[in-house]
């Protein structure tokens, strides 16, 4: 007799795992029971369920052990022990891919199968078809087949779920078996009704119009089971995303009959797959919300808690259409569950005015500390859109996140809060000192390096610009004190920056830093002493490139460079230009690890999709002499539809005096071979086409690739702007479209595509300048050019803005690129680099009267860009 223990057994710890201490060796050596004449039953159903459980546990068993016991225990067959034979099947399923030869047990699965006993018929099947591989599936079809009509529900469900697993690996087999699968359909047992329908989409997911007769079929004569409801629903729901349908299409039809359903599930499966359709508008909302706002009010937990979790959703794109919905979500704030409680009060604060957030969050307060840190993350979440939607209010709502940061929490949760705090700090400038000033409180006691390194970052970045940049500096210098390595040479970074930015400041900020000199770690001492010497140089130039703005090149780039440089010793310096730049994204990833952490760098860096193509241009023989590769477009461009026969796409490499064309075709008509393919190319300005690199081949679908090389504009360097017209030229041959064997020599031909269009964002690469002032500095004002022009197209700021970084393909720099509301002047800032490694900064003032007129000041080292830059806007 197993003991029975009761709750208290169980907090005393009687409960205890009897198999916790079970040895693989010493169950094996009891399995030798299962040859004993009798068979104890009881024994030896007991040791099954030790072998089970080591099994799951992870324990690993050889194939020669696992395969003597799975041939001792099917000798347990003989006996008729219910439970025993029970666990017999749930061993063999478990032990089927491991052990050796153990189709030997088919015949007594067989027998079981089709015997009289229906207890043993379904899991006899399931143990069938686990074991049983594709070979082997043809002597068992009859019995499947059978199996799946049966009249026993568990039978027939148990064959439908094994057929749905058999598809994996025999899906052609199986798919003989939909005539059957079609009978069970209509079984009025809800599961076998379920199974059977998951096994028919299954056989025809890939053919859409199969699909959608299948739904139309089923829903049109109702279903018995709520399973099979949700299922269709789910069925119906992709099959609209897939086929980006309209909302008067005969499956939405069906999602919103759905909700009159008589079940809850049904109801509630039809709501939320309306709330989770994408493009959905308030008006086809409205159904599925006042379902959920029904399911508020319900006695059942599951039901409320299910309501407010997808209203939750629904209020991040649509808050209108929950608005109507507040009554019942504020009855909801004082519910007895707490994870009802705050996904309600999360709902509110989206959905909610103005002068109700003081209200919720005293109301919030008053729980916080009763729910789990997910919970806590989903409040903290709704409080950010909350500043982003009011804020006049960001006072009181930081006063409640940093309550909340001083509270007990894990990584996760501290790490919402401080997002959020950042954000706030970065949207409005009056919460700025408020916000660093409990950001420097928390770093005192943080236990997360992560958070503590992002915040010692933020200080070097934001604290300089403050009016008392002095008060932030102790706290830093008290995490080179008292924190770990990592933490340190953050903190270093920090320091000096506030240096770099603040003359008042150097001299305590050189004292500070020699100290840190002495340190025990290599990486911080490294930092200091590099800081300290840039410092007393006292030169902005040298501080804006290495200390505020730092390098603008791939890492990653940068170590192959330099180890190529080393393998290949040339009299030549390294050239700093030669190095792929970092995109944006890199940029500001870097921006918050490197200074952060001392970055550990992985042995081998995965290669960017720049590096790549630079070494695909490296191997052909007319691109030697042309330099690093400067830029690759983003995106390629389509020169043809993708419904033609020829399908080319374009991408354009740029680099320091030239330009590569690189054309990707596909060749889509089955009996055509197309050789020596070209495409030439005729431009408008003082381009000049110097070569063209053929694709040899095209066979039927295989793509190939054909390259144009131009050189850039000599006698007008500022006309980079050009349209090229395209004409694809090749050899066309018939072939054999079974066998692809051409039949003739060909004949010339020639394809009209779409005309190419190279813009000045061509040649620039963006880069990110951390501080835009620093950077402004350290290019100097040699070669600075001011113009004035009128947009006369544009009407709003906003759209001047991103017209102009989208043209001028540079970064806007210090979140430049956000138009304050009800403002008519702004300042954009942009920097980039032009081909040949030259930094192009722009500082464009926009005035919007009648339209809008901007005032562009673009600096460089060289003369060239800024004269490009001009004459491109003009």
Known sequence: MLKKFDKKDEESGGGSNPFQHLEKSAVLQEARVFNETPINPRKCAHILTKILYLINQGEHLGTTEATEAFFAMTKLFQSNDPTLRRMCYLTIKEMSCIAEDVIIVTSSLTKDMTGKEDNYRGPAVRALCQITDSTMLQAIERYMKQAIVDKVPSVSSSALVSSLHLLKCSFDVVKRWVNEAQEAASSDNIMVQYHALGLLYHVRRNDRLAVNKMISKFTRHGL?????????????????????????????????SCLRNKHEMVVYEAASAIVNLPGCSAKELAPAVS??????????????????????????????????????????????????????????????????????????????????????????????????????????????????????????????????????????????????????????????????????????????????????????????????????????SALAKFGAQNEEMLPSILVLLKRCVMDDDNEVRDRATFYLNVLEQKQKALNAGYILNGLTVSIPGLERALQQYTLEPSEKPFDLRSVPLATTLMAEQRTESIPITAAKQPEKVAATRQEIFQEQLAVVPEFHGLGPLFKSSPEPVALTESETEYVIHCTKHTFTDHMVFQF???????????????????????????????????????????????????????????????????????????????????????????????????????????????????????????????????????????NIVKFLGMHPCERSDKVPDNKNTHTLLLAGVFRGGHDILVRSRLLLLDTVTMQVTARSSEELPVDIILASVG
């Open 664 to 802: 990707d075709c596909t060749n889509t008509l089955n009996d055509q071979t197309l050789e020596n393919v070209t495409v030439q190319m005729e431009p408008t300005e003082a381009y000049e086409v110097l070569c063209y690199v053929p694709a040899r081949s095209l066979p039927y679908n295989q793509p190939g690739t054909c390259y144009t090389l131009v050189a850039l504009p000599k006698e007008d360097p500022t006309a980079v702007a050009c349209t090229f017209s395209c004409m694809m030229k090749f050899t066309v041959k018939d072939c054999d479209p079974t066998t692809g064997d051409t039949e003739d020599e060909g004949y010339e031909d020639e394809y009209v595509l779409e005309d190419l269009e190279v813009t000045i964002a061509d040649h620039i690469q963006k880069v990110m300048k951390l501080n835009f002032e620093a950077a402004w500095d350290e290019v100097g004002d040699e070669f600075e050019k001011e113009e004035t022009f009128t947009l006369s197209t544009t009407k709003t700021l906003e759209d001047a803005v991103g």
């Open 224 to 256: 018995k089971s709520p399973f099979a409801y949700c299922m269709m629903i789910r069925v119906a729901s992709k099959q609209l995303e897939e086929e980006d349908s309209s909302r008067d299409s005969p499956l939405f039809d069906f999602i919103e």
């Open 291 to 492: 379902v959920l706002q029904l399911f508020c009010s319900s006695p059942k937990a599951a039901l409320r808690y299910a309501a407010v979790r997808t209203l939750n959703k629904v209020a991040m794109k649509h808050p209108s259409a929950v608005t109507a919905c507040n009554l019942d979500l504020e009855n909801l704030v004082t519910d007895s569950n707490r994870s009802i409680a705050t996904l309600a009060i999360t709902t509110l604060l989206k959905t909610g005015s103005e002068s109700s957030i003081d209200r919720l969050m005293k109301q919030i307060s008053s729980f916080m500390s009763e729910i789990s840190d997910e919970f806590k993350v989903v409040v903290v979440q709704a409080i950010s859109a909350l500043c982003q939607k009011y804020p006049r209010k960001h006072a009181v709502l930081m006063n409640f996140l940093f309550t909340m940061l001083r509270e007990e929490g894990g990584f996760e949760y501290k790490r919402a809060i401080v997002d959020c705090i950042i954000s706030i700090i970065e949207e409005n400038s009056e919460s700025k000192e408020t916000g660093l000033s409990h950001l420097c409180e928390f770093i005192e006691d943080c236990e997360f390096t992560v958070l503590a390194t992002r915040i010692l970052h933020l200080l070097g970045q934001e604290g300089p610009k403050t009016n008392n940049p002095s008060k932030y500096i102790r706290f830093i210098y008290n995490r080179v004190v008292l924190e770990h390595e990592e933490v340190r040479a953050g903190a270093v």
